[in-house]
């Protein structure tokens, strides 16, 4: 085993620095994990950006919270690391939790916990400055706090594949958790990207009868996977109105069920008010970054329904993702457009944000090469 980690460290917005670490010495229940592959997630190119996103922009930092890997050292043996052995393949829980404190009794607050000194709490966003430093998936390897939690992937399932645990929990989380999906809900997604696509599996596999997925023309490629992984209806929203499709489909119901994980568009805020049912679930995940002007506010009031909002997952969404993907159900690696070396993140970076329109990126992987 190396006795060295190589990582790429944020030191400023848009700026990543190569830097060496050396491996921790482990405590009791931590782990050293081997990165194989970190997948790219929107939140990435935002503190990429030198965006506050959940917490003070601190730098330096190693960037990657979707990570799988194998675990290349265990410390002293604890309860929390039962049946896990060196050479395993596990994903990682990006959010640490103390266990104790107020926050960390719901499951769904485990992201608010107040039980460690550094904040926010999560990996991909904590400062090399906090040792052992190797916080973020963007490096060869990755420090495994005694309080991570770890998923168990069997061998076969490459480690490509397995980074999409990450948005499929989230699909899991906001289309089915959340509102309670079962066989002949109707759900409509807003926003076709690997987290909508996320949502249209989960409805899927908790027997939604009608799914609608928008998108824009622009998105006709993802719209079209939608469709492949089972939904019934893609509207391009530019050339439909959505409220008449959604009226028609539903003889004037309107759906059980609203997820809008677009991000920055307000559209869809007020879109998923006017489509759902009277007494329906409505569900906004998707970054605005500004204010949404005109909130029908009476309208949600006056048709009875339940607004959640999504910001953390639990672990019960985790441990289904992974199911979801050991099962072989559904073809979830059509999501992955493009994987990169991690000397090449700043133009995985790009592809991401769509700087590069012909690449049709999705779901962006990123392997070590150092």
């Known amino acids: 085993m190396v006795d060295m980690a190589t990582a790429l460290v944020q030191t400023a917005p848009r700026t990543l620095e190569q830097q060496h670490f050396s491996l921790p010495k482990l405590p009791e229940g931590a782990a050293l994990l081997r990165v194989e592959a970190c997948g790219m997630c929107g939140s990435d190119l935002e503190y990429y950006a030198g965006l506050q996103v959940i917490g003070a922009a601190s730098y330096p930092r190693i960037l990657g919270h979707e990570v799988v890997g194998v675990i290349e050292d265990l410390g002293p043996a ?67 706090h005694p309080q991570a939690v770890l998923y168990p992937f069997p061998q076969e399932i490459s480690p490509l594949t397995a980074t999409l645990w990450n948005p499929l929990a989230a699909g899991i989380q906001w289309a089915d958790i959340y509102p309670g999906t079962t066989i002949g809900t109707s759900i409509a997604i807003l926003g076709a990207g690997q987290r909508g696509l996320s949502c249209v599996l989960a409805a899927k596999s908790a027997g939604a009868s009608l799914i609608i997925v928008t998108g824009l023309a622009r998105d006709r490629h993802k719209l079209d996977l939608a469709l492949e992984f089972g939904a019934d209806v893609a509207i391009e929203v530019e050339s439909a109105d959505l409220i008449d499709e959604v009226d028609k489909l539903t003889n004037g119901y309107g759906v059980d069920v609203v997820v809008d994980t677009s991000a920055v568009a307000t559209a869809p805020v007020v879109d998923a008010i006017r489509i759902v049912r009277p007494g329906g679930y409505v569900v906004y995940y998707g970054i605005k970054g500004h204010k949404v002007p005109e909130f029908p506010i009476d309208d949600a009031i006056f048709k009875g329904i339940t607004i959640q909002t999504a910001t953390g997952l639990t672990r019960d969404s985790f441990r289904r993702a992974v199911d979801l993907i050991v099962s072989q159900r559904f073809p979830v690696d059509k999501m992955r457009t493009h994987v990169f070396g991690m000397t090449q993140t700043e133009k995985a970076m790009d592809v991401l944000a769509g700087k590069y329109p012909d690449e049709h990126a999705l779901n962006v992987v990123l392997t070590p090469d150092f």
Do not use: Q
Request: aromatic letters at 12%; hydrophobic letters at 40%; proline letters at 6%.
């Open 78 to 144: 604890s309860a929390n690391r039962k049946g896990l052995k060196i050479g395993d393949r596990v994903a990682l829980d990006m959010i640490l939790s103390c266990g104790t404190c107020r926050m960390c009794m719901i499951d769904s607050n485990r992201m608010f916990c107040r039980g460690f000194p550094f904040k926010p709490a999560f990996y991909g966003a904590i400062p090399t400055s906090v040792e052992p430093s190797l916080w973020g998936g963007y490096a060869t390897h990755l420090y495994v």
